[in-house]
């Protein structure tokens, strides 16, 4: 009896341990994240640090000092899970991604982006795979898989634009921007499905209809995603507006909007869809409806959480690649051939830049063909930076990497652990290096010019449009956007051909305030408030 009792006492003290160093570790990353914010404030206007950057090294140099002080066993204060990753940080970065963009610009170079994001991302894929088959099998890193081969092309075609974006200016610079910014959604997008259909077939049965399988897979998972995500933001929008949730209680349709928002990215996931895809477009939808349907103040609050809860994922994301970059468990596998490690690193960087370019530069040249203005028209400067945007490697190759290469974030082969060293250094290297050159290469290739003399710059913040504070280049679209311009009804074939974008445009705000805003409300919806005029008169439309 007095063992069993002393044997239990043991049992709490470990438990109570282990708490009170989880409890350590909160308090010690909290404390970073903290850091990283107010040094980023500090070198907002460094000429070449930029927030990414920062969380990064304040990473690398919290991992030297926790190895130094563990005796060299440890290097970080957490362990890195996919869960984590996929489950907590990614959704509010997607979802606030799509609710703060800029719809008219995205859609307007809808075409473009899709054949950037999706069928560059393809191309970069197949370029990669097939480069890293023929020179690692040379580099005598070990058995690794033809899925494997694969799993490396989608793991490293995802970009990360997250630095370039930090620079570029949506006022000056619109098409640039809007196209970095969707492809670069589209594209963790079009990896991550790829990823998740390479594992979902069986590789050692090839033959020609596996190739027609695995497109039909694709276009599968990217249509039901991206419908999934819009019928969740419809149906938030349509429960807010029916039920009036702002007359009792704001915090509840804020919280409304923020499960509605988790729930449709969870729901990819338990279906096998691509949550980035789902939560993305139920943010564009929520914004284009649900957002109006809310009182003013939950506008106010929710497009400031949204904000906030993308950027501190992100910088929780860089801070810890940092310090997991120096994990003794996986370096200790390639220690004994450095050469090796650098070699397939400097493959895979070389690849990168290989897959960038073989589409960049053809797609662009076919998408100006398809242009009449040229305005419209990509320029070549504006094409070196597209393709410089996407040289930079984050946290989706990362989780990626060990998904695949790794168990519950520890490895035992050494051809994995390869792998996942060679994609730390690669995130690294493009990070650092590619990232710390983005401000004087944009500025290089895009000076500034003054402007003229009698002309004025006015800038408006129009209080019904989800405008964040935090990131002010992923704005909606001001009224005088949407509604200033008229857009004239093609007069003949010619003329529909010439400008499909302007037409389909038309037809869709027909359409909207016809049928959807209706049912679903919008811009021009007034919820009602207690006491307000709107109430008592009864009246829910401008």
């Not at 899925?147 to 075609?157: Q, T």
Request: contains cysteine; charged residues 15%; neutral net charge.
């Amino acid at each position: 009896m007095a063992f069993e009792i002393s044997s239990v006492v043991s049992k709490l003290q470990m438990l109570s341990t282990s708490d009170h160093a989880s409890v350590v570790s909160m308090n010690l990353f909290v404390a970073l994240l903290c850091a990283c914010i107010v040094i980023g404030h500090l070198l907002e206007e460094n000429r070449w640090m930029n927030e990414s950057i920062t969380a990064l090294l304040i990473g690398l140099c919290t991992g030297i000092v926790i190895l130094l002080v563990s005796g060299g066993k440890s290097s970080h204060i957490l362990v890195f899970s996919e869960d984590l990753f996929f489950i907590y940080l990614l959704p509010p970065i997607i979802f606030n991604a799509g609710f703060q963009v800029k719809k008219k610009q995205f859609f307007v170079n809808f075409m473009t982006i899709m054949l950037f994001g999706a069928i560059g991302t393809l191309i970069s894929c197949t370029i990669i795979t097939l480069g890293a088959t023929e020179i690692f099998k040379k580099l005598d890193i070990g058995p690794l898989e033809f899925g494997d081969y694969l799993a490396i092309g989608a793991i490293f075609a995802a970009t990360d634009s997250v630095c370039t974006l930090q620079v570029l200016n949506q006022d000056e610079t619109p098409l640039l921007y809007s196209l970095v910014f969707g492809e670069g959604v589209v594209n963790d997008a079009t990896s991550v499905v790829l990823f998740n259909a390479i594992q979902s077939f069986d590789l050692n049965k090839i033959d020609p209809s596996t190739a027609f399988h695995f497109l039909g897979s694709f276009l599968y998972l990217f249509i039901t995603s991206t419908m999934l995500g819009v019928l969740t933001g419809l149906l938030s929008a349509f429960i807010i507006k029916k039920l009036y949730i702002g007359r009792h209680s704001t915090d509840r349709e804020v919280a409304l909007m923020m499960l509605m928002a988790y729930l449709s990215y969870m729901l990819a996931e338990l279906c096998y869809l691509s949550g980035i895809l789902t939560v993305f477009f139920c943010g564009i939808v929520m914004s284009h409806y649900t957002w109006h349907n809310v009182t003013e103040s939950s506008r106010i609050t929710t497009k400031h959480s949204f904000a906030t809860l993308s950027f501190v994922a992100e910088i929780f994301i860089f801070l810890y690649v940092g310090m997991d970059a120096l994990d003794i468990e996986k370096w200790k596998f390639v220690s004994d051939s450095p050469g090796t490690s650098v070699a397939a690193s400097s493959v895979l960087l070389g690849l990168i830049l290989l897959g960038r370019a073989a589409f960049v530069f053809p797609l662009s040249f076919l998408s100006n063909l398809a242009k009449k203005s040229p305005n419209e028209k990509i320029s070549f400067r504006q094409q070196v930076i597209i393709w410089w945007a996407g040289l930079m490697r984050g946290a989706v190759s990362m989780a990626l990497a060990y998904n695949q290469f790794t168990m519950l974030g520890h490895t035992s082969l050494r051809c994995n652990a390869f792998m996942i060293t060679s994609t730390i250094s690669v995130v690294l290297f493009s990070t650092m290096v590619f990232g710390l050159m983005t401000k004087p290469l944009i500025r290089l290739l895009l000076p500034q010019s003054p402007h003229p003399k009698g002309s004025t710059i006015t800038i408006t913040t129009d209080p019904s449009t989800p405008k964040s504070v935090t990131v002010p280049l992923l704005a909606q679209d001001s009224e005088a956007d949407l509604d200033g311009h008229e857009i004239h009804r093609p007069s003949s074939i010619r003329a529909l051909l010439t400008t499909p974008t302007h037409t389909v445009h038309r037809l869709w705000r027909k359409f909207d305030n016809a049928f959807m805003r209706p049912v679903f409300g919008g811009r021009g919806f007034v919820p009602v408030e207690p006491g307000s005029p709107t109430e008592r008169n009864g009246h829910q439309w401008r």
